[in-house]
């Protein structure tokens, strides 16, 4: 029995490996694999009696077999489709902070201060002026992500923009636009993050995390800026910053 097993372990794995022409993603190539067996059998079950119609369903059911062991589609390779693919999560806020904007931008220039009011962000660690590291707080005690990212522009007081530096493991950009509020009330921020799960199976299952709940925990982590802005700990943090510089 454990050696029966073990074949079948070992068939399971031949079959069932990652091919870098994949077209088709996990979920379909398992659905594929149960209708096509299903109707491969009544294929073989209907052959004596109905031959030609059995022709065709077992030839449908050995094109779903195919597509669900290689992953591979014909129709999507012709239609140029491809349901692997991962695709980014953007997220883009525009609000208004009561406080001047040179203030804001200095605080969120020093990108340590974002776990303060980010709790998608466990921390962040500057190496120097350009280069940061940064580790993420993700739904569930599942895995830990890191990533290295530089500063890719910078306008003192007017934009900071950003992305992860090649070979990270979630590759992800952002940008924050500041500006005067049009009524004088404070500042205009513009805050974008884009979050780009590597290919593969890893990243599929990296992408699974990124999912609504995920999205919204970060676009709501943006948001609460307003509201930290607005609040004590803000001002605390302002007016010891102030005393460490006279």
């Known amino acids: 029995m454990g050696s029966v097993t073990s074949d079948l372990n070992t068939l399971k794995d031949k079959v069932w490996q990652e091919n870098e022409n994949a077209n088709v993603n996990t979920a379909e190539r398992i659905i594929s694999i149960a209708a096509g067996a299903f109707i491969f059998y009544k294929a073989v079950a209907n052959l004596a009696k109905h031959p030609f119609i059995a022709l065709q369903e077992a030839g449908v ?5 195919y597509r669900g062991a290689t992953g591979v589609c014909p129709v999507y390779s012709k239609i140029g489709k491809n349901s692997t693919d991962v695709e980014a999560i ?15 931008y200095s605080f969120w220039r020093n990108l340590e201060n974002l776990p303060r009011f980010m709790k998608h962000i466990a921390a962040v660690k500057v190496k120097d002026d350009k280069t940061s590291h940064w580790t993420a707080n993700v739904p569930g005690p599942l895995v830990k992500v890191s990533w290295n990212a530089e500063i890719t522009r910078e306008e003192e007081n007017e934009y900071i923009g950003w992305h992860s530096i090649e070979g990270s493991m979630i590759d992800n950009a952002g940008k924050i636009e500041f500006n005067d509020a049009a009524d004088g009330s404070g500042t205009e921020l513009y805050v974008e993050i884009s979050y780009f799960p590597p290919a593969g199976q890893l990243g599929r299952g990296i992408a699974s995390l990124f999912n609504g709940m995920f999205e919204n925990m970060v676009r709501e982590d943006i948001i609460n800026f307003k509201h930290y802005a607005e609040g004590e700990e803000y ?12």
């Open 61 to 65: 059911g050995g094109l779903l077999l």
């Open 90 to 104: 953007t997220i883009g806020e525009r609000f208004i902070v009561n406080a001047p904007r040179e203030e804001v």
């Open 235 to 246: 001002k605390v943090y302002h007016s010891s910053t102030r005393k460490q510089e006279v």
